[in-house]
């Protein structure tokens, strides 16, 4: 691990990077910054939650000048929640270099986009479609882009964006550097490296298994209609800071963030259908607290950081591995632990293995949490929330009665009483989910076994091969839509536990934002939401 002095950046840069409270680049960053230094191509591939997006960003800040007055670099991202959240990043690491960076994204306003605009900032952070949009319009114009990114690019693929990548890198000077980067990159993604991409650089920092290694992965095998009820057991026993649960489709969002709603848990959900306005809003809830349970379609799956996010439940199992990869990489990010909990019914658990398979790591089999367990979940908890108030000294005031109280009644019966109160009885609804097709198990390519690679890098032969999605309503309940969503303001940040793993995610305390929304991003860029 290095010192981010040692990579020769702008003390502008570097200053911006200890702001952030970074102490030491992570593997990819150590592999990453001078290779894209050196205005090589580059692919990048590295673990979910590894520092990714400062991988690409810092160089990038670094080679633009200040005095730069026209786009001179594009980071392409497949949702919208994406692109706000990157451009965030990029506006802290620019903070006092003083850049301009916009979120460009479907959903909000295109005159607010268009006047932002006029700002002219040196970086656009956007998604295809509405990047396209302003393009036909000729409020963007890419003639002096130096540098392109295209970050999650394996899905921007799945997502049928292919063409909109073509038109838009089309119209991108030939003499560009050009930086590719996902956690998974399937066979599929050399095509667009030898379309877009001139004798690229691999960068890879895959250990054994493309999960990370600070994420538990579990399995429960429940039936359909049982999956509500184990849901809020396992909720209840596992008490999460923060958690996604990931469902199949939008229809699946709705209900399931409804009856947990229902149920007394403090859940809202994401996907595709909703408002920007919406979006926002439940992005925004989720990251300062205020909820702590999102359930999302695989909308939510890619890229996106919540610091506190201790738990992932895919409470459908998902389409295909790398699906599940970065859904459960929304938790275990920068060195923090995290558990991931997938439901399988018993007629999907062929699809579960192959998901083995092919990410290499096993899944152990718990079974479902018990109705005493849960209730032992949730007693935990009101029974940390009353130690720390006493730790805190946060109760004098209630000292007075405390003792009149004790003087008449058994200590044990009152603090019980108290408990019973606090821990709250459970909603008694009844709660009734439309039922999903389980997912059937995807025909297999004999290669796969044979060559056993998961993510295949390196072209030809891998999972997926060369050819794209597959047809016949695979991903069909995927509802990521293309135009992707808002979130404004940013507010991403994760602090880790500094020092953690020992693996390069000290993060000093002075840098931590952990879960404040932040405003308008940071003082040098501007973004969208001012
Ligand atoms: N050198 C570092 N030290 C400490 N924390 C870091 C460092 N670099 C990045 N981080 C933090 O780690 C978290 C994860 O980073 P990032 O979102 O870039 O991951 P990623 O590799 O892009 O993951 P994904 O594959 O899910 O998109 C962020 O909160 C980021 O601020
Ligand atoms: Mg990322």
């Known amino acids: 691990m290095k010192t981010f002095a040692e990579f020769g950046l702008e003390p502008k840069v570097l200053q911006a990077i200890t702001e952030l409270g970074f102490e030491e680049s992570t593997p990819i960053q150590d592999k990453a910054i001078p290779v894209a230094m050196s205005g090589k191509d580059m692919i990048g591939q590295a673990q979910t939650g590894t520092g990714k997006t400062a991988a690409f960003g810092i160089p990038l800040i670094n080679k633009i000048p200040v005095t730069e007055d026209r786009i001179v670099a594009l980071i392409m991202t497949p949702t919208r929640e994406l692109a706000i959240q990157v451009a965030d990043e990029i506006g802290k690491l620019t903070r006092f270099k003083g850049l301009r960076s916009l979120p460009i994204y479907g959903g909000q306003e295109i005159g607010r986009q268009i006047r932002a605009l006029k700002k002219r900032p040196q970086i656009i952070i956007g998604t295809p479609g509405r990047l396209l949009d302003h393009i036909n319009r000729k409020t963007i114009k890419l ?69 990370a290694p600070s994420i ?124 991931a909990w997938t439901f399988v019914s018993p007629r999907e658990i062929d699809h579960l293995h192959f998901i083995e398979r092919i990410t290499r790591q096993r899944m152990s089999r718990k079974p479902l949490p018990s109705i005493a367990e849960a209730i032992e979940g949730k007693q935990r908890v009101t029974a940390e929330r009353i130690i720390e108030i006493v730790q805190n000294e946060e109760s004098s005031e209630y000292k007075a009665l405390s003792i009149q109280l004790l003087e008449q009644y058994d200590s044990v019966q009152l603090l019980a009483a108290c408990m019973k109160m606090l821990t709250g009885e459970k909603k008694d609804v009844t709660i009734e989910l439309t039922p999903e097709e389980p997912i059937r198990a995807k025909k297999r390519r004999p290669d796969i076994r044979s060559n056993g690679r998961p993510f295949n890098r390196s072209g030809g032969g891998g999972y997926r091969g060369g050819g794209g999605r597959s047809g016949g309503g695979y991903r069909g309940g995927n509802d990521n839509n293309r135009s992707g969503g808002g979130y404004r303001g940013g507010g991403r940040s994760g602090g880790s536990g500094s020092g953690s793993s020992g693996y390069g995610y000290k993060r000093s305390e002075e840098g931590r934002s952990d879960r404040r929304p932040r405003g308008s991003g940071s003082s040098g860029g501007y973004s969208n939401n001012e």
Request: aromatic share 6%; no cysteine; proline share 4%.
């Open 143 to 211: 003639e002096d882009v130096k540098t392109v990114v295209l970050d999650e690019a394996d899905e921007m693929l799945d997502m049928g964006f292919m063409e909109d990548i073509q038109s838009i890198l089309k119209l991108v000077p030939e003499e560009r550097q050009t930086l590719l980067f996902s956690a998974t990159m399937p066979a599929n993604i050399q095509k667009l490296a030898q379309q877009f991409l001139k004798e690229p650089e691999q960068v890879s920092v895959i250990p054994k298994q493309v999960t």
């Open 216 to 339: 538990e992965q579990a399995y429960i095998e429940v039936h359909e209609r049982q999956k509500f009820e184990a849901l809020s057991r396992l909720l209840d026993m596992e008490s999460p800071e923060l958690a996604i649960i990931f469902g199949r489709t939008k229809r699946r969002v709705d209900e399931l963030s409804e009856a947990l709603q229902k149920r007394g848990y403090s859940a809202d959900g994401l996907h595709g259908d909703l408002s920007q306005n919406q979006r926002d809003n439940v992005m925004r809830k989720f990251r300062d607290g205020s909820i702590d349970v999102l359930v999302a379609t695989d909308v939510a799956a890619r890229g996106l950081d919540v610091s506190g996010v201790t738990h992932v439940i895919n409470f459908d199992l998902p389409q295909d591995p790398e699906s599940y990869v970065h859904r459960i990489g929304r938790t275990g990010r920068a060195g923090k632990e995290g558990k």
